[in-house]
Each structure stands twice: as C-alpha cells, then as structure tokens.
C-alpha cells in the first residue's frame, strides 16, 4: 500500500512532468514556426541585397555619365561656342547647351529612381543631396550660356565642381555601407520578434 506522502509525490511529479511536457512541446512549436520565417527573412534580405546592388551600381553608371557629360561640355567650353558661332550664330549656343543639360539629367533619371525605390532612406538621402549638388552645376553652365555670359573667368565652378564631387563620394559611401550591412539574424535576433527599420 502506498503511503500518503508517496502518492503525493507521484501526483506532484506526474503534473510537474505534464506542465514540462507541455511546455516544451509549445516551445517546440513556437521555434520550429519561426524558423522558416526567419529563414525567408534571410531569402528576402539576400534577394534585396541583389537588387540593390545591381540598382546601384546602374544608377552610379548613368550618374557617372551625366557628370562627364556636364565636365567634357566645361572642358571645351570655348570650342563648342565657336563651333556654334560658325552654325548659327551667337543665340544657338544657349539652346544647344539647354539640350545637352535635359539630355545629361535624363540619363541619370531612371536608374536613379530605381535605386531610390530599393531604398532605403539613407541612400534616398544621399541621392537627394547629390541632386542638388547636381542641378547648381547643371544651373550654373545654363546660366554661362546666357548672353551675356555671368562670369567669364569661371570662379564659381571650382567649388560647384567639387560640390558635385563631394555629393557623389558620399553617395558612393551610404550605397557601400548599405549593401555591407549583413542579412537578416545578423542583424539582431528573430525577425520575427523584432520591427524591420526599413
């Protein structure tokens, strides 16, 4: 015959054993659920991370572009104002350089917005502030090929070049720090207990 305090213990310890049982049975779940979740979370960031990439280096492509078109037009300067001198006149250099601006800000539009769309906000922020150091250069040429032109001896295009300069190395660095940044767990703990910042 079994004692009171025996059969005490074993309703104590065949509980004890149900509530584990349980528990772990519930902590089993809760981890395996999250593991795929977790997983496709770390696909996902992967996948942007490709995107981005490739939208990246597109955009700094065409902006690379844009700005040598803008440079080669300073650079010869004097030799594509003659040239226009002997075409039609005085009065269509102006248009000629209002062409070659749109054309050189189209070029970059596309592949720039698509890098905005992969995000995330701190490159948006760094294209925004290179747009601007972009469009004072691209304001400034028009402004020259005003008659008459605002400066002759060019003064303010050493510190709108570099501003040009400035804007896109910092660009070029938001862009590299957001694609070293590494997916998903690195990032801290379960993306599923956590708010994604982006």
Known sequence: MISMDQGWAVIIAAAAAGFFGIAGAFAGFVFARHQPIDQAAVEHDLWLRGQRQTAYIDAFNAIDAAVTELENLRKEWDERFERSMMDGGAESFGPYVR????????????????AVLLGPFSLCDALQHF???YMAMDGYLARQAEDPARERDWTEWDPVWRGVLKAREALFHTAQSVLW??????????????????
């Open 99 to 114: 062409q070659l601006l749109i054309h050189s800000r189209k070029i970059a539009g596309n592949p720039a917005e698509r």
């Open 131 to 133: 747009e601007t150091a």
């Open 181 to 198: 940044e590494p997916p998903g767990l690195a990032r801290g703990g379960s993306v599923a207990f956590r708010r994604r910042r982006r």
